[in-house]
């Protein structure tokens, strides 16, 4: 029998939908459509894995590893903003700033790692390896400055510190479109740098 | 709202950049079958981390977050057996 002494300490709240049913069906839609071009690029891999991988010798994993560490930052500052809109801190509004700082270094990263590729003469049209990579990447960075734009209408709505139900609504959808952003590049930084 | 504390948060933080870190080192030129499959394993761990910790999907109705699961699983499914040649 369920007595005051062994109940949990820590009770779990009610389920909670973070952000609106819309978001999560954009979010899910969108996953499965890189997950069909991170499978596409795997089989087009295993069928030249030699030039895959000389191509891949081209790229900095140094670069692709900062952008991740970036994005991930970015995420915690995102999530950290989120509890912080909820809270009423007042912090929300420089948590989704910084998140935003992360994304710009990722941007600027992304574009001067094309461009030096593009100094090479290297090009999405240099062989299918670089296909994949511009157009995977290149959309992905589409993703990114979404998000940036999205982060930067969250910190105007969190500069309130208490917010009403609905602008934490708003709050939530834009940190989980933020956090799909690091989800697909969490799988495209091994695919295009780690896989071989 | 959440069950979460802020110290899981950085917690997941750190995990997740080490594992970063734990893929690059087992990243060589090779092609060790192994090698591979153990970053792919590890980018699909790192992506439920993020779902469950960052998206706050740990406190979401569970359907969604068998969702996130299945495509977890479904896609490092699909591109290791693809990779090692039995898709």
Redesign the interface.
């Known amino acids: 029998m369920a007595t005051a002494a062994n109940a949990p300490t820590h009770p779990r709240t009610a389920p909670h939908l973070p952000g609106e049913t819309g978001v999560w069906v954009f979010i899910i839609g969108d996953m499965v459509a890189f997950a069909v071009m991170f499978g596409s690029y795997m089989y087009e891999q295993r069928g030249a894995p030699l030039s895959f991988l000389a191509s891949q010798q081209a790229l900095d994993v140094t670069v692709g590893t900062i952008n991740t560490v970036l994005l991930l930052t970015g995420s915690l500052f995102v999530a950290y903003g989120v509890r912080a809109a909820r809270a009423g801190t007042g912090r929300a509004s420089v948590l989704f700033g910084l998140g935003f700082a992360c994304g710009l270094g990722f941007v600027i990263n992304k574009a001067v790692e094309f461009g030096g590729k593009f100094a090479d003469g290297i090009n999405p049209t240099t062989d299918t390896f670089f296909a994949y990579f511009f157009f995977m990447a290149g959309v992905h960075l589409l993703h990114v400055l979404g998000g940036m734009a999205v982060l930067a209408y969250l910190g105007r709505v969190a500069r309130r510190p208490v917010l009403n139900g609905k602008e934490i609504r708003v709050v939530e959808n834009g940190a989980s479109y933020w956090h799909l952003v690091d989800v697909l590049w969490i799988v495209l930084f091994p695919l295009l740098y780690l896989v071989h | ?3 979460t504390t ?1 110290r899981a ?2 917690g997941v ?1 750190t995990l ?2 080490t594992a ?2 734990v ?2 080192a ?6 060790s079958r192994t090698g ?1 499959i153990a ?2 394993s ?3 761990a ?2 439920y981390l ?2 469950l ?5 740990r ?4 359907p ?1 977050r068998y ?2 699961a299945a ?1 977890c699983i ?2 490092w499914a ?2 290791t057996g ?2 090692v ?1 039995v898709c």
Do not use: C, H, Q
Not at chain 2, 59 to 62: E, G, K, L, S, W
């Open positions: 709202m959440t069950t802020d948060v950085l933080w997740l950049i970063t870190v893929s690059v087992l990243s060589d030129n090779a092609m591979t970053i792919l590890i980018a699909f790192k992506v993020v779902g910790y960052f998206m706050e999907l406190d979401a109705p569970r969604l969702v996130v495509w479904a896609t699909a591109l693809i990779y040649g």
